[in-house]
């Protein structure tokens, strides 16, 4: 029975075409060039021109050379604001704005952001309001310590995969230790901590070392999901399913302890497939699983129904949901009598999987029963010539 594991995703930073669009002379041009506080230009940075009469926005992007351009502006009165890349854009993370850009029906003056600029107006006192420039000052040098940030973590992230990857569990571990002393913060980072930890754990033939480990799986698994929920306005376009893994591996790691924690497991494999239905039939196949190994066949079975229901073409929630019901069969003098549906289980795996890993068990399985392979597919009885 295999577990679903989240992959480590890493921030990579988006790269998007310079953007130009003709409108003719009902619009404005605009343009201008971007640079950081050392004079080096804006790569693949975004400029969005907000109206603020209407909301308009137009989103540019810098060339190699920090520069923009754009034709097709509609007129008034605007604010401009720079982001280091798409996803800071959507994110919210603004390097710097200017206000009430007035934009005309004609080629209009270059509008620069020039953040060495920006910083001696500020130490001059000049140029733009207090406020403005220090909130600029304030904004680059967290953009700066942001992106130093995750270039560092993502690193750690890096190697910590290959160590896991190569079966060092203890140096991925201490990898991802040292990465959450730069930034405790990060989700994913206790997430793949979570995953080191469960790991080491199922490697450990010591009991002590073993519960050890996986109770520092699970409070990983935990800090994950505290830190994911927290978030109102996560940006993740992926979030339900990120979050559904970190509940889906949380319940792995309850399942692994010695005894399993059966109920605790069932519970985050539930949480899993209310936040990501579309994954639904793989957690609830994964509870199957864990009440099959604890030998709670009815409370399998119905697990096995949801997943069954979530996605009718999962053969594997078929077979096993067979074989907890064979468990229950009954002896009638030589003959063995399974409960009502069975033969179906079987039957439906054989009709979705006919050559799959575990026909020839669903075709044993069924002649334990005396019943015969009747799919549409594989061996299905064929009608006696005349």
Not at 77 to 85: I, Q, R
Not at 112 to 138: H, I, L, R, T
Not at 336 to 359: C, I, R
Request: aromatic share 8%; charged share 25%; hydrophobic share 35%.
């Amino acid at each position: 029975m295999k577990r679903q594991v989240a992959r480590i995703l890493v921030t990579v930073l988006a790269l998007s075409a310079w953007s130009t669009i003709v409108f003719g002379q009902t619009a404005g041009t605009v343009k201008g060039v971007c640079k950081d506080d050392k004079g080096n230009p804006f790569v693949n940075a975004v400029v969005v021109y907000q109206n603020l009469d209407n909301g308009q926005k137009y989103t540019l992007h810098t060339n190699k050379k920090g520069e923009y351009f754009s034709l097709g502006l509609a007129g008034g009165s605007y604010v401009v604001t720079l982001y280091l890349n798409d996803d800071d854009a959507k994110a919210g993370k603004e390097i710097f704005h200017f206000n009430k850009f007035p934009v005309q029906l004609t080629e209009n003056p270059p509008l620069d952001f020039d953040m060495k600029k920006q910083v001696e107006d500020a130490a001059k006192g000049a140029g733009v309001p207090p406020e403005e420039q220090k909130k600029a000052v304030e904004q680059q040098e967290q953009q700066k310590k942001e992106v130093t940030t995750v270039k560092n973590l993502n690193e750690k992230l890096v190697a910590a995969r290959t160590a896991s990857d190569a079966g060092d569990f203890d140096k991925a571990i201490s990898l991802l230790q040292e990465a959450n002393q730069v930034d405790p913060s990060r989700d994913l980072i206790w997430f793949s901590l979570g995953d080191a930890y469960r790991n080491a754990g199922l490697k450990q033939t010591d009991t002590g070392e073993r519960q050890k480990l996986l109770d520092s799986s699970v409070d990983s698994y935990k800090k994950a999901i505290d830190i994911k929920t927290a978030v109102a306005d996560d940006k993740d376009p992926n979030r339900a399913k990120h979050l559904a893994s970190y509940y889906n591996n949380l319940g792995e790691a309850y399942s692994k302890h010695r005894p399993p924690m059966v109920d605790e497991a069932v519970n985050s494999y539930a949480q899993a497939a209310q936040i990501d239905p579309a994954g639904a039939s793989g957690y609830y196949f994964n509870s199957g699983a864990v009440l099959t190994n604890a030998g709670q066949a009815d409370k399998a079975i119905a697990s096995f129904d949801k997943a069954i229901a979530a996605d009718p073409n999962n053969a594997n929630a078929y077979y096993q949901k067979g074989v907890n019901m064979l468990g229950k069969a009954t002896l009638q003098g030589d003959k063995m009598v399974a409960p009502p549906g069975t033969a179906e289980a079987f039957q439906k795996y054989l009709e979705l999987k006919p050559d799959g890993q575990l026909a020839d068990a669903a075709k044993q399985m069924l002649a334990s029963i005396g019943s015969a392979v009747e799919t549409s597919f594989g061996n299905k009885k064929k009608p006696a010539k005349k």
